[in-house]
Structure formats: structure tokens, C-alpha cells
């Protein structure tokens, strides 16, 4: 069992890297919140590699050739699952999706014993959605798995917002000093959670914006003690003015009960997208949205479906972001391997340097 | 006829003795104090030189987990885990399977207790049968037989209308009713504190709400009843406001507090150690599953607003709540993790932190484990008073040592304190005269 905190965040520091890659180290995606700026940069670099390579007449490249990568979805997802099955193919992966439901999982299997089996059948990278907060760190803490968080309960989707980020770029071309504005249920948005962290390191200042009872709780009460560099708005109409990317987050009906909101009416006549309230943004802004999206609720049909929408564009850069990521995650993975292997060999000169949570 | 003398250790009484003499016990009990220059025949000689001599810890919140969880702990390992942390006396939660509901059942458990030797256990009933919260349990034939306190632990007694009852049925008895003050529809499912943490980890969290509004409930209850209440490990800054206002009218009520909510905070979900970087925010997020307890951790202002209170004797007693379960209960995600921290062995040590920052003082922090715990459940321990059971812990304040769950002796090697350095370990620890636990002894 790997305890230090080394292994169970993102980073290893490699003291001998001459040229540091800005992923040097990384073993896990994870969240965004130990990202450096330069490292998401580096993801939207070879992202826009990636899309080059998904124009061309044969769509894929062999980088991954000889890795496995498994899939393992428990809960139910048709983009993000699709879009990192194609990554995976595209890079020459050999890819294994596997969903809760009609696996060993059934049988009472546990998260971990599921992991390790899958370490064993020979599983490089697993790539994880869980209903659970922090499941993808209970597996890269346990296991010598490299974990990429596929969206973790409430927690974090640390894909989404790079091609959320991916995108914004596209379309506006650049990210340092733009308004986002992200508007709905954030309390249970690991989507919203996750682009903060994201945009706001690329310099973009973000809002939340939404009913008291669906945002998070310090965000209302105790706004000092807020977790995130994002600002608060309870007020809409108010928040939309002028901003460059308005991001409604799909209002989870599964999650609703009746005690944090009255109704969807009353949701979609204060915190709805419609094209009046598009008209006060800035006249060049967009639209995203992380879907699935319920129309006439937290975004009208017409404005999803409207010129300002770049909900189509975010589905596709996801597989070049994706992409992105597990290349530069089984690099950084590789090098470390060579690396360790190289400290293995120099006689006992370093020793102490053995033990700091890196596998060998 | 068995004669001990402990010689040149600092005896710690408290409100009776603190000073440097020899303690002489003769056939179990406490028979009476010399000087170190005085002579006479003993069977057996302690040096205690340089070592504290104080009551044996009594603990009112311990889970045994025996009967129903022997995976997790037994009557016999969990006496064990007790001695070795200075314990002599550990009051034995009922949330087992079944659960403590008749006389027959507390009969079970002190004969267990008295089986394993060790350490004195006395159970708690239930207050309702099986903790459903839908029938009163007969309490009163449960305090004939040795319960010492009635409590649905692990959940609180929801309906109101139960405890107002309940807390009647005290008038019976004279036994306190133990509430785990949670309003189950606040806290909402929630896993952890809520608050700036709950919000960066995405977990659901529990409203300090929950702990105060069933605070204040209950008080209410006891207040218009007369009944007995005693609330179990309070740990918010609104539950000790509450309490004081309920002292201060005079109402039979009072209220315990555990060593990790006046040690740990929100923070320790982030990682071990609740280390930040520079930028103030955690170094390492590791959602540590052995820092989910119920209630949990909460913040930095809740726990100085408790240690406050244990200072100036508003909290009547330091417990455990010794919570120890399997590594399969907490090897999960932090959903599925179960609630509790495995806490006898450690207690001393956390404890000590508070008189190394000067927050409180070794005899405050004796006192609240010893003869006020005592006095809150009516226990004839936890004193040095001549003619007491030898009931003694002998402890190094400054000893050095670090935490190896591994080592433990109770089966829950959920602590997480493990492999952090704590200052304070017991000695010796005697029960009845006899010696129970011996450092580095078998």
C-alpha cells in the first residue's frame, strides 16, 4: 500500500530532471486542483495536436500501442464513457470499458478488490466514474493504478473542464481576463467545482450564480471560508451582465425532493438561459453546457440550439482533450518508470531517495 | 494480606492530592500515603519516579461491540485497548446485535466483563428496544441489573415524544438518559462537517445545526420533565452555549466530550495532519476515512469553544467514544466508510496536547477523566481516597512515542492518529490492586 502523500497526489517531485516537462511526475488526473497553469497549457497544446490528428484520413496514432486502459463506469454516462473509449482507440490503446452493472460489482464486489483485479489482469491506466466523492483517491492510494477521474460524485470532473477550457480558447481565443458565469445547482455540480479550479488558473474570473440552497453552503453563509476562487451571485439577472461564457448546469431531477426547490418553474424564471438574458451578456459570448441538457429548464431550446451554442464543439474537443491527457499521462508515467529504473541501477548512491512513494 | 507501595511518583488526586508521595495499597485498596523516608515490609515495590500516580480513567462512551460484532471488538480486547490506555473502568455502549434491551442482556455483558478481568465494564441499555425508537425499553428492570445509563448511541432518539418519556422514566431510576444529539433530517445524510472542507471535497455534509437544534430539544425535554440527560460527545460551539444556559437554570443535565473533537478538526478529512501548503489549501487531498466519525470533526472556533469549556468544568467529562471497526469499514470510499475512531489508547496522549499548548492543565485533564465522569454516572471510582479500590494509572507525561495502530490491542486499528507522535503513555495501570497493563510487559 502506497502511503505517502506523494503517491496519492498528482505529483513526485524528480529532483534530477534537467528540463522539466511541465507533467514530469504526475501519476493520477485526479482533480485540477493541484494543476500548475502550465500544465493545463500543456494539455490545450497537444489538444489541438490531437485534433489535428482527428482530421486526418486515418484517424489515430500508435502512442499508446501495448497500453491497456480500462473503463470502469459506475454510474450511467454516454459521452464521457464514448469520448474516452475513442481517446483510448485513437491512441492505440487497447481499451476495456466495464459498467457496475453486470460485472462482479453485482456480487458485492468492493471498489478496491474490483481495482486490484484489474491491476492484475494487467490494467495501466483505469479511467473512473463513481457516485462516490474521492473514489479515483481511494483507488490511487490503495492500488498502483494510474487513476483518471471520469467524475466523481459531487467532487470534480477534471476532464470536463479542460475541454470546457479547450474550447472557450477555440471559440474566443483566450482565457486570461474573461467572465464566466456558471449558473444552477453547483452544490452537486463537480462540473462547476472542476472549472473553477480550471479557468480561474488560466486567469478567467468565474461566478456562481444560483438558488441559496443550491450552492454550497460556505459559499452563502461563510463566503470568506469558500473553498474555491470563484465569486457568489444569487441574483441572475444581475450576474449575466456582460460576462464572455455563461455555463448552465443541468438541474439533476434525480436529486430534487422538493425541499431545496419549489419547482422547475420557479427555476427556469430565475436562473433559466433564455434569450433575453443572453441578450445582457457580452455580445460576443457563449453558451456551454456539460449535458445532458433539460431544455426549458435551465437553458431554453432556442439558445441551446442557437449560434451562441458550442454545446456540439464541447462533445467533440472531448475526445482530443481526452486524448491529450492520457498521452501526456502515460509519458509522464513511462518517464518515471525509466527514471526509477536508472536510480535503481546507480549503487546505493542515493538510497534515501528509494522510498518516496514512486513505484520502481 | 497483599501490601504495594508506589514510591516518589507525583500523585495527582483530584480536588484531594497533588504531590510527590509514596501510595500504599493493601488487599486492593487505597489503604494510604508515606513518606518516601518511611519503612515497612511490601510484598511488591513500583518506582514511579519521575511518573504521574493518578485514579484510573473511567470511560462513560465505550464501544465493546460485543455482542453481534466480534469482528470489530470483543468484551476481552476491548479491556484490553482499555488498560492499556489507563483505563480501569469503561461504561459499554449498547448498539450491539442484539442490542442491550433487558436485564438479561446487561447480565450478559457484566459477566463478560467480569469474565475478561482487566478492566471494571458496566453497559448502558438501550432507551428504546432494538434503537428503533418505537417502544421504551424497561429501564428500570435494566438499572436493577447494573446498567448505569440508558442510550440509543450510533443514532439519537428522533421522536420527541419518546424522550420526553424516557427522560420521565428517568424519575424512576435516577439514571441519565445518553442522546446523541443528531436531527437525522439536518444532518441529512451527510458524511462529514459542512462547511469550507464539505464544500472543496464534494461530500455531503452535516450541518452543526443538526448537533444544536436536538441540543436544545432535549434540554427543553429535561428541563419540563426533571429528567436526567446527559449528552453525549457534544462538539459544537452552539451545543456548549446551550449547555451552559442549561447549567446555569439548574436542570439535571450534563455533557461529555471526546479526545479527537478537542484535537482534530475538519481538516484531517483533507489528509493526516491537516496539513495545508502555502497557499492555505491542503498540500495532499487524501479523504482520510479514518477521520470519519459522527459526529465529526468539526471546526477550528468549535473545538476551542469546547476546550474552552472543559477548562472551566462546563463539560463534565472527557469520553471516548471509542468507535473500533475492521479495515474493510474504512479501506472505501469515504460514503461508505463507517463512522468512528478507535480511541482508548490514544486518549492519554491527545489529551496531553492541551496541557502542552496551556490549554489546560494535567490535574483539569485527570479530573475530567476520572471523578467528574464518576460523579456524572454515579460511579463509586475514580478517587485515591483511603479505602477506594486501587483503581491506578500510573503514566510518563513526557514519554515520546508514536502511533502504530498496527500494535494495538484493540481489534480497531482506525485511528487517524497512526504514525503521528503523541506525548504521554501509561505506565501501569492497576485494577483492584492488581497490575493490568505493564509498559513493554506481556
Given at each position: 500500500m502506497l502511503k505517502t502523500s506523494a503517491a496519492v497526489n498528482g505529483h513526485v517531485t524528480t529532483p534530477s530532471a534537467v528540463e522539466r516537462h511541465p507533467w514530469t511526475g504526475r501519476r493520477h488526473v485526479l482533480d485540477l486542483d493541484d494543476f500548475s497553469r502550465d500544465e493545463i497549457e500543456e494539455v490545450l497544446r497537444t489538444a489541438?495536436?490531437?485534433?489535428?490528428?482527428?482530421?486526418?484520413?486515418?484517424?489515430?496514432?500508435?502512442?499508446?500501442?501495448?497500453?491497456?486502459?480500462?473503463?470502469?463506469?459506475?454510474?450511467?454516462?454516454?459521452?464521457?464513457?464514448?469520448?474516452?473509449?475513442?481517446?483510448?482507440?485513437?491512441?492505440?490503446?487497447?481499451?476495456?470499458?466495464?459498467?457496475?452493472?453486470?460485472?462482479?460489482?453485482?456480487k458485492g464486489e468492493t471498489l478496491l478488490d474490483t481495482a486490484r483485479t484489474l491491476r492484475g489482469l494487467g490494467a495501466d491506466i483505469m479511467v473512473l466514474r463513481h457516485p462516490d466523492s474521492g473514489a479515483p483517491y481511494t483507488v490511487a492510494r490503495h492500488t498502483d493504478l494510474s487513476v483518471v477521474n471520469a467524475g466523481d460524485g459531487l467532487h470534480a470532473h477534471p476532464t470536463q473542464a479542460l475541454l470546457d477550457a479547450y474550447t472557450i480558447r477555440e471559440r474566443i481565443g483566450r482565457i486570461e481576463g474573461l467572465r464566466v458565469l456558471i449558473v444552477g445547482d453547483i452544490l452537486h455540480s463537480r462540473v462547476a467545482r472542476s472549472n473553477a479550479w480550471c479557468l480561474a488558473r488560466l486567469g478567467a474570473d468565474v461566478t456562481f450564480c444560483g438558488p441559496p440552497a443550491l450552492l454550497p453552503p460556505t459559499s452563502v453563509s461563510d463566503h470568506d471560508r469558500a473553498p474555491w476562487p470563484a465569486r457568489v451571485d444569487l441574483h441572475l439577472d444581475h450576474a449575466v451582465e456582460g460576462v464572455d461564457v455563461i455555463m448552465p448546469l443541468r438541474v439533476q431531477l434525480e436529486r430534487q425532493d422538493g425541499s431545496r426547490l419549489a419547482s422547475l418553474r420557479s427555476y427556469a424564471r430565475d436562473y433559466g438561459i433564455n434569450r433575453a438574458r443572453l441578450a445582457r451578456a457580452a455580445s460576443h459570448a457563449i453558451v456551454m453546457h456539460p449535458g445532458p441538457m433539460n431544455e426549458g429548464v435551465e437553458i431554453d431550446a432556442d439558445v441551446a440550439h442557437g449560434d451562441r451554442s458550442v454545446v456540439q464543439q464541447q462533445v467533440t474537443n472531448g475526445v482530443a482533450v481526452r486524448m491529450a491527457v492520457l498521452y501526456l499521462l502515460t509519458a509522464a508515467v513511462r518517464a518515471a518508470a525509466v527514471t526509477d529504473a536508472e536510480e535503481a541501477q546507480k549503487p546505493a548512491a542515493k538510497s534515501g531517495n528509494a522510498t518516496n512513494g514512486r513505484k520502481a | 494480606m497483599t501490601r504495594i507501595r508506589i514510591r516518589?511518583?507525583?500523585?495527582?488526586?483530584?480536588?484531594?492530592?497533588?504531590?510527590?508521595?509514596?501510595?500504599?495499597?493493601?488487599?486492593?485498596?487505597?489503604?494510604?500515603?508515606?513518606?518516601?523516608?518511611?519503612?515497612?515490609?511490601?510484598?511488591?515495590?513500583?518506582?514511579?519516579?519521575?511518573?504521574?500516580?493518578?485514579?484510573?480513567?473511567?470511560?462513560?462512551?465505550?464501544?465493546?461491540r460485543e455482542p453481534g460484532f466480534e469482528d470489530k471488538e470483543t468484551v476481552a480486547t476491548g479491556v484490553m485497548a482499555a488498560v492499556a490506555g489507563g483505563f480501569t473502568t469503561v461504561c459499554a455502549m449498547p448498539n450491539t446485535n442484539p442490542t442491550l434491551d433487558t436485564a438479561g442482556d446487561i447480565e450478559f455483558v457484566l459477566a463478560a466483563g467480569r469474565k475478561a478481568g482487566k478492566a471494571r465494564v458496566i453497559p448502558l441499555?438501550?432507551?428504546?428496544?432494538?434503537?428503533?425508537?418505537?417502544?421504551?425499553?424497561?429501564?428500570?428492570?435494566?438499572?436493577?441489573?447494573?446498567?448505569?445509563?440508558?442510550?440509543?448511541?450510533?443514532?439519537?432518539?428522533?421522536?420527541?415524544?419518546?424522550?420526553?418519556?424516557?427522560?420521565?422514566?428517568?424519575?424512576?431510576?435516577?439514571?441519565?438518559?445518553?442522546?446523541?444529539?443528531?436531527?437525522?433530517?439536518?444532518?441529512?445524510?451527510?458524511?462529514?462537517?459542512?462547511?469550507?472542507?464539505?464544500?472543496?471535497?464534494?461530500?455531503?455534509?452535516?450541518?452543526?445545526?443538526?448537533?444544536?437544534?436536538?441540543?436544545?430539544?432535549?434540554?427543553?425535554?429535561?428541563?419540563?420533565?426533571?429528567?436526567?440527560?446527559?449528552?453525549?460527545?457534544?462538539?459544537?460551539?452552539?451545543?456548549?452555549?446551550?449547555?451552559?444556559?442549561?447549567?446555569?437554570d439548574g436542570l439535571a443535565v450534563t455533557a461529555e466530550v471526546t479526545p479527537h473533537h478537542l484535537t482534530l478538526t475538519e481538516d484531517w478529512v483533507v489528509a493526516p495532519g491537516g496539513q495545508k501548503n502555502g497557499e492555505g489549501r491542503p498540500a495532499a487531498v487524501q479523504y482520510d476515512t479514518r477521520a470519519k466519525v459522527n459526529p465529526p470533526l468539526r471546526r477550528e472556533e468549535d473545538r476551542q469553544a469546547l476546550i474552552a469549556a472543559v477548562a472551566e468544568g462546563l463539560i463534565d467529562a472527557i469520553a471516548t467514544d471509542h468507535a473500533p471497526h475492521r479495515s474493510i469499514d474504512k479501506d472505501c470510499t469515504f460514503d461508505e466508510a463507517a463512522f468512528g475512531i478507535s480511541g482508548l489508547e490514544t486518549t492519554l496522549g491527545s489529551l496531553m496536547k492541551l496541557v502542552e499548548a496551556g490549554q489546560l492543565t494535567l490535574p483539569d485533564v485527570i479530573r475530567r477523566i476520572t471523578l467528574d465522569p464518576c460523579r456524572t454516572f454515579g460511579l463509586p471510582f475514580g478517587s485515591l481516597a483511603v479505602g477506594a479500590p486501587a483503581d491506578i494509572v500510573i503514566m510518563d507525561p513526557e514519554a515520546s512515542w508514536t502511533v502504530d495502530a498496527s500494535s494495538f490491542h484493540s481489534k480497531g486499528k482506525n485511528t487517524p492518529l497512526d504514525g503521528h507522535t503523541l506525548r504521554g503513555q501509561v505506565v501501569m495501570t492497576l485494577v483492584d490492586g492488581r497490575v493490568a497493563y505493564e509498559r513493554g510487559g506481556a
Open positions: 489541438d495536436r490531437m485534433k489535428d490528428v482527428l482530421a486526418r484520413p486515418i484517424r489515430r496514432v500508435p502512442s499508446l500501442r501495448g497500453r491497456t486502459i480500462v473503463n470502469l463506469f459506475y454510474e450511467a454516462s454516454t459521452r464521457t464513457r464514448v469520448s474516452f473509449e475513442l481517446a483510448a482507440k485513437n491512441l492505440g490503446a487497447d481499451v476495456v470499458n466495464i459498467a457496475a452493472s453486470g460485472s462482479s460489482v453485482e | 516518589n511518583g507525583r500523585v495527582i488526586d483530584p480536588t484531594r492530592r497533588d504531590e510527590v508521595i509514596d501510595l500504599v495499597i493493601v488487599d486492593g485498596r487505597v489503604d494510604g500515603f508515606i513518606a518516601a523516608s518511611e519503612t515497612g515490609e511490601f510484598d511488591r515495590e513500583i518506582d514511579a519516579r519521575g511518573f504521574v500516580v493518578a485514579p484510573g480513567f473511567v470511560d462513560l462512551h465505550t464501544h465493546l441499555g438501550t432507551v428504546t428496544r432494538g434503537e428503533a425508537g418505537k417502544e421504551l425499553s424497561d429501564t428500570a428492570e435494566m438499572a436493577a441489573a447494573g446498567a448505569v445509563a440508558f442510550s440509543d448511541d450510533g443514532k439519537p432518539v428522533y421522536d420527541a415524544r419518546m424522550m420526553r418519556y424516557a427522560l420521565s422514566e428517568s424519575l424512576r431510576h435516577g439514571k441519565p438518559v445518553v442522546n446523541h444529539c443528531e436531527d437525522p433530517a439536518i444532518a441529512d445524510g451527510g458524511v462529514m462537517n459542512e462547511g469550507p472542507v464539505s464544500d472543496l471535497l464534494g461530500l455531503k455534509g452535516m450541518s452543526r445545526a443538526a448537533e444544536d437544534v436536538m441540543v436544545a430539544r432535549d434540554i427543553e425535554l429535561a428541563r419540563h420533565t426533571g429528567g436526567r440527560l446527559h449528552l453525549a460527545h457534544i462538539s459544537t460551539e452552539g451545543s456548549i452555549r446551550l449547555l451552559r444556559r442549561a447549567k446555569r
